[in-house]
């Protein structure tokens, strides 16, 4: 189950009750980002990888991160420990997919939380989907 996913630099999305120790996780999680971009040779296969894995697992979590083209990053909590990268890159092309539409709204303004309540919709679902086998 995914318990909090964030757009670094935008928004964060998470109904757990614990949402401080997971905007913890999630910040910590930007060095580990940090570490892979800036070293593509000992830790990505190709430079054109957008997916970036595995962050880090801690005891009840694990962490995967996404970097765009633009640099954005999305990383994904998660309490399942049994996650397949399949599923996770799965998860993150459709959630960069919604997130591209919402940014292109004309009504957005760049740099801004996102407003839409069509994105929040969207992203909900394909949290509920997630590991479902469901397109």
């Given at each position: 189950m ?16 614990d949402?401080?120790?997971?905007h913890?996780?999630?910040?910590c ?13 000992r830790?990505?296969?190709t430079?054109n990888e ?5 962050l ?57 939380k ?9 992203v ?8 479902s086998?469901?397109?």
């Open positions: 995914i318990v909090c996913v964030a757009v670094v630099g935008h928004q964060s999305f998470t109904e757990a009750d949402a401080l120790k997971l913890h996780i999630v910040h999680s930007l060095d580990v980002i940090d570490e892979r971009v800036s070293n593509p040779k830790s990505a296969p430079l957008t997916f970036l894995g595995l880090y697992p801690t005891e009840n979590y694990k962490v995967y991160g996404y970097l765009t083209n633009t640099k954005v990053k999305f990383i994904m909590v998660t309490t399942d420990l049994d996650v397949k990268d399949a599923d996770a890159r799965n998860f993150f092309r459709k959630f960069h997919a919604a997130y591209v539409d919402a940014v292109s709204n004309p009504f957005h303004v760049p740099g801004k996102i407003a839409s309540r069509s994105f929040g919709a969207r909900s679902t394909i949290v509920k989907s997630f590991g086998g469901t397109s």
